[in-house]
């Protein structure tokens, strides 16, 4: 347990305090302001369900690369999004990402598992 010694919680401050999620522009700011070596994000958050998605997304992915902060996403929930009608595409549905249930991942904007710190 000697190793978490070494790990300092830094709670970050978005400007938008009636809203649960931290713009890509403010975690730049918040990230790179600070030198965050890490950071721990539960997508969809607890306890809202609101969650980083698309474009947004994928500006966090892109932040954390150019700082080079490792992204650890907990993504458990990930692929329990119901705010939408399901339409079975055998029924005549859509059969792609536009279709109801939806996963949202942060992997889908890694572009090197290798070198990417997500």
Do not use: C
Request: hydrophobic share 30%.
């Amino acid at each position: 347990l000697g190793l978490f010694m070494r790990i300092t919680p830094s709670p970050l401050l978005h400007r938008n305090v009636d809203g649960a999620l931290m713009s890509s522009e403010d975690f730049r700011f918040e990230a790179g302001g600070r030198g965050l070596g890490a950071m721990l994000l539960s997508n969809p958050s607890n306890p809202t369900g609101q969650s980083l998605e698309g474009e947004e997304l994928e500006n966090y992915v892109k932040i954390a690369r150019e700082l080079g902060t490792a992204l650890l996403m907990d993504e458990f929930y990930s692929h329990y999004y119901y705010d939408g009608e399901v339409v079975d595409p055998e029924d005549g549905g859509v059969d792609d990402e536009t279709n109801w249930p939806k996963t949202v991942s942060s992997s889908q904007y890694v572009e090197d598992v290798n070198e990417d710190p997500v």
